[in-house]
């Protein structure tokens, strides 16, 4: 992405909204048209073509940007799409939160199988705890400990 890309995409945020709202001003012509509304008509054409033109002109400069499938199902459902970055992140942190249980409940397991294990081998025990340090991780390879 340039550092011009702000500018583009400005403009093409503005395209867009005078597009939809030509559109929606069309659809208020086309939906009570009369022979007299044929040059309003003619003009909100016009001008229509002339903003697909701009946004024609604008794709280029900001073809590059990726936006989530999900953003478009929240405009679809008539949602803010500004809100599906809250909603990933809440999700993330919910994950999160999970993943670190998880990991707890490992730390705790490895403590209480240490506990266990300590008691039916108590020497092979003291190696490995040797071995690994107090922090649990291996400070330097013991000759006589052997780690899958």
């Keep these: 992405m340039t550092s011009s890309s702000p500018n583009y995409l400005q403009q093409l945020e503005a395209s867009l909204e005078l597009f939809i709202e030509n559109v929606r001003q069309l659809g208020i012509v086309v939906a009570d048209f009369q022979p007299q ?8 054409i016009t001008t229509l073509v002339s903003l697909m033109q701009d946004i024609s002109a604008v794709r280029p400069h900001v073809e590059d940007i990726q936006v989530p499938l999900e953003v478009c199902d ?16 809440e999700k993330a942190l919910a994950k999160n939160e999970q993943v670190k249980g998880k990991i707890d409940a490992y730390r705790r397991f490895k403590a209480l199988l240490l506990v266990e294990l300590g008691k039916v081998f108590p020497h092979e025990i003291s190696k490995y705890r040797a071995y690994r340090g107090e922090n649990g991780v291996a400070t330097s390879p013991h000759p006589s400990m052997q780690m899958p």
Excluded at 37 to 44: E, I, V
Excluded at 74 to 89: F, S
Aim: with cysteine.
């Design 37 to 44: 509304g044929q040059p309003a008509l003619n003009q909100k």
């Design 74 to 89: 929240y405009i679809d459902e008539a949602r803010n799409p500004q809100l599906y970055t809250k909603d990933c992140m």
